[in-house]
């Protein structure tokens, strides 16, 4: 636990470095104008709370938890990917292939909402049949290289990380050059509205603080999921066969425990959250187009080492992150937003590594000159 | 001073890990020229005094002194430069690489270079003067591990070794390779080298010996004891601090019936070669069983083979009525058939889980430690209190994860996984390797009340004396096949080491 916020006092500190060499004459600001991009200023967060317990309007209106909306935003799709990579890595199954089973869930959505249901469904079966696509669609997805590596020991860091090309083609060769694209445009135009997430606003009528909030429900698939992979791993059976394969592959095969269908399962299991983070991305977008956002899987991985494998420990760390992403959206020049993030990313993991092992600092003892015994002087 | 100067000595070492102190100002010193062994239990402290002579580990206080001056050892390049090389238990060589390119690893000459004849020539010569003879173009994995163990030590000496650390050197050597051992060893102190010979055995200790100095719980127990002038008795006292039983007092094997059946068994090592060769034999419940063997000549196929964990490519097994072949249901044959594993932390157990999830790793698929898709997190933890009380488990919980534990806890948490049911069939393999005086002790009891309550055991290891102790019968296994089989009492053990060693008794 310090090591992590030590990492992160070190971090910070790095990126001020950078934003030092960018001209910024006082990185502190700079990190509080993000903080409050990202989460919202105290004061903003005091009366929003104070709300929340009084039962009253919030004062500010769409300010009030505002900045959050973008945040949860941000952090909806990394979650469930890192939720996916926590899944597999805790067998040791390096699944790197999460952003290309969410681009097939995406697209598996995708074609429910606009070209398989009608327009009329309801919002709730609209939705419900989008999400089971999208879990199919990343089930299958990580199911392949899950096979190979079960059966043909075919690593599985190759598979997955090679799939995501053919995944971004995927979704090129529809939306970009073939039938999905209206007109000349790399989209497949807006959803019908029953086949998007209603913004949480929506639903201040019931639950007040809500209001303001342009986030969506999707958030809370990701949390619900990462309670499911909780209780998985810490207390079914399933969970115990799982980390028993990731620590010690040879005291599971002693103890029976059938490895091959493991892996194939969890590896489809992952795939399956992630392509669960694509269908909620693609209904928060409200279409599918050829910018649809590359990379979310690896943040999985970033997310989900940060979080040691931990699916709860996951939900916070991707909500810091994705306050990360928002707060540093408006850093002008562009690019060092990028750079801020590297860098802050890259500092955060390497003192993980440091303090995963103890560091001693050893009295270095004087080095006397030699002397032969006897001689005093 | 004595009339012998003394080759080194260590006076007030003192070392702390976290949680431990392992050397509690330890003075241990060797005159040159003989044969000192350190005698300890594991966790005495005596592998970490001498990591310390070899420049592998600083001490937080004390001195070192080499022919009288005072020396300071901060890494083993130091401790070579002085003259202390250390043959270390697991050898530090590279097995696709030749002995003389083994013999230059980590010099300073040659720079760039590589003269490798000149090299081999120098190899030769050592070799030939120390009678260690050894072919310097051999690749070391053509070698036998008594000849591995001999390029070690020809190592050393290429170093300029004056006084030689030797970490439990006989471990892996038939019974002649260790009187081959024993001679080249007296030949060197002839020659003024010191030696260091730590080890368990106190057979061997008694033997090769000059003086010897044991170690108990990071201090000196007893220093300098004359070897000649004591019994393994009294050394067995001063390591552990207590009497210890050598001789196993057991009550005749009361045989009944069959229980495990192999028969024309054959099976692969893990390279496709043939491993275990047309092996039968029969162990009957309220027998032990021993297979004798070096390590290496297919008794880790056999074991495998009869718990589930190697494909047989041809002949049977019969485990009770059970017929076992490919589509056997392991996961339903444990609960009669107990394996304790060779390699502890490899196969026996889960490293990062505690001490409770690795007590159920056999039935955690049943209730009442799961039903249906959950685990009982109370059942295995009471579970886990229970054994670890009934198998005496030192353990501050039973949620310390199992690769904090000691050899010897490690192991019974093993053993009170698996005997806690009461096996008809015990598998075990190399049981006490690793293990203490103390602990050993612990499993050959064990054992023997296994098999007084009717389990069958078959007992893989390489310790001779621990087989003639403990079995009823003995078999030797040589390349995969059994090459001879009697009755433990009044075995020949000439015999015995010449069959372990393949050389074909006369009729």
Not at chain 1, 88 to 94: D, H, L, Y
Not at chain 2, 241 to 246: A, H, M, Q, S
Request: proline share 4%; with cysteine.
């Amino acid at each position: 636990m310090v090591s992590s916020v030590l990492g992160v006092i070190l971090a910070l500190i790095a990126g001020g470095f950078v934003l030092k060499a960018a001209g910024v004459t006082n990185p502190i600001a700079t990190y509080q104008e993000i903080f409050k991009q990202g989460f919202g200023t105290f004061a903003d967060w005091r009366a929003g709370f104070t709300a929340l317990f009084t039962g009253t309007d919030c004062p500010k209106g769409l300010l009030c938890f505002g900045p959050l909306s973008d945040t949860l935003v941000k952090a909806s799709p990394i979650l469930l990917t890192s939720l996916a990579c926590i899944l597999a890595f805790r067998m040791k199954q390096w699944n790197i292939g999460a952003d290309g089973q969410m681009f097939m869930g995406a697209w598996a959505a995708t074609a429910i909402a606009v070209f398989i249901l009608p327009k009329t469904t309801p919002a709730v079966l609209m939705l419900g049949m989008m999400g089971t696509a999208g879990i199919l669609a990343g089930l299958i997805y990580g199911a392949i290289p899950g096979f190979l590596k079960a059966w043909f020991n075919i690593n599985e860091i190759i598979t997955t990380l090679m799939l995501n090309y053919v995944a971004y083609k995927w979704l090129e060769f529809f939306v970009v050059v073939g039938p999905w694209s209206i007109g000349d445009f790399e989209s497949t135009g807006r959803f019908p509205p029953s086949a998007t997430w209603p913004r949480l606003t929506q639903f201040a009528d019931k639950i007040p603080v809500l209001s303001g909030l342009t986030a969506n429900p999707g958030i809370l698939l990701g949390i619900v999921a990462a309670i499911v992979l909780a209780w998985i791993l810490y207390r079914s059976r399933w969970g115990y066969e799982i980390r028993v394969i990731g620590n010690n592959p040879k005291a599971a095969r002693y103890a029976g425990i059938n490895l091959k269908r493991n892996i194939l399962l969890v590896m489809a299991l992952s795939g399956a959250l992630a392509g669960l983070a694509g269908m909620n991305e693609v209904a928060a977008l409200r279409e599918l187009n050829g910018r649809f956002q590359r990379g979310y899987g690896f943040t999985g991985v970033i997310i989900a080492w940060l979080s040691r494998l931990n699916p709860i420990a996951a939900i916070f760390v991707s909500f810091l992150f994705g306050g990360l992403l928002v707060g540093t959206q408006l850093i002008q020049p562009q690019g060092i937003s990028s750079m801020l993030q590297g860098v802050i990313l890259f500092v955060v993991v390497g003192t993980e590594m440091l303090f995963r092992y103890r560091v001693y600092i050893e009295k270095i003892v004087e080095d006397v000159p030699v002397r032969e015994i006897g001689d005093v002087s | 001073m004595t009339e012998l100067s003394n080759a080194f000595e260590m006076c007030g070492i003192v070392k702390r890990f976290p949680g431990v102190l392992a050397n509690d100002h330890v003075d241990f010193s060797c005159q040159v020229g003989e044969v000192h062994a350190l005698l300890g239990e594991n966790g005495a402290g005596k592998s970490t005094l001498m990591n310390i002579l070899a420049g592998l580990y600083r001490p937080e206080a004390g001195d070192i002194f080499i022919g009288g001056k005072r020396v300071v050892i901060r890494s083993p390049q130091e401790a070579i430069a002085l003259g202390i090389g250390m043959v270390h238990q697991h050898f530090m060589l590279v097995p696709s690489h030749t002995v003389a390119e083994n013999m230059v690893l980590g010099l300073d000459q040659p720079r760039f270079f590589l003269n490798l004849s000149k090299i081999e020539d120098q190899v030769a010569e050592l070799g030939k003067q120390y009678g260690l003879n050894i072919d310097p173009q051999a690749k070391i994995w053509e070698l036998s591990v008594g000849e591995q163990q001999r390029v070690e030590v020809l190592k050393m000496l290429f170093r300029g070794a004056k006084i030689l650390i030797m970490d439990e050197p006989t471990a892996v050597l038939t019974p002649q390779e260790v009187e081959s051992l024993f001679k080249t060893l007296r030949d060197m102190t002839g020659r003024g080298h010191t030696i260091v010979f730590i080890s368990h055995k106190l057979e061997e200790v008694v033997t090769i010996a000059d003086r010897v100095t044991v170690l108990r719980r990071g201090k000196v127990s007893a220093a300098n004891v004359s070897a000649k002038g004591t019994t393994k008795a009294q050394l067995a006292k001063l390591m552990v601090g207590r009497e210890v039983l050598f001789q196993i007092d057991k009550k005749p094997a009361q045989p009944a019936e069959i229980v495990l059946d192999v028969d024309g068994l054959c099976a692969d090592n893990d390279r496709g070669l043939p491993a275990v060769r047309e092996v039968s034999l029969e162990v009957r419940a309220g027998e032990i069983l021993g297979i004798a063997g070096v390590a290496g000549n297919g008794q880790r196929e056999l074991a495998e083979c009869l718990t589930g964990l190697r494909t047989i490519k041809s002949g049977e097994i019969k485990i009770g009525d059970a017929v076992i072949d490919g589509k056997t249901h392991w996961r339903e044959l444990r609960w009669q058939v107990a394996h304790i594993p060779e390699d502890r932390s490899e196969v026996g157990s889960v490293p990062a889980l505690s001490i409770a999830e690795n007590l159920i790793l056999k039935a955690f698929s049943r209730p009442p430690i799961s039903t249906g898709l959950s685990i009982n997190k109370a059942a295995v933890r009471k579970n886990a209190i229970q054994l670890v009380k009934e198998y005496q488990i030192a353990t501050p919980t039973v949620e310390t994860p199992v690769r904090m534990l000691s050899g010897g806890n490690l192991q019974k948490v093993i053993l009170a996984r698996e005997t806690s049911k009461r096996p008809e069939l015990m598998i075990a393999v190399h049981p006490t390797r690793g293990l203490d005086i103390g602990a050993t002790e612990g499993v050959h009891k064990l054992l023997i009340s296994q098999r007084d309550a009717g389990a069958a055991i078959l007992l893989i290891s390489e310790d001779l004396d621990e087989l003639l102790s403990l079995s009823d019968r003995i078999a030797i296994i040589y390349e995969g096949k059994i090459v001879g089989e009697t009755s433990t009492e009044g075995a020949d053990i000439q015999k015995i080491g010449l069959q372990m060693a393949g050389v074909k008794a006369e009729a």
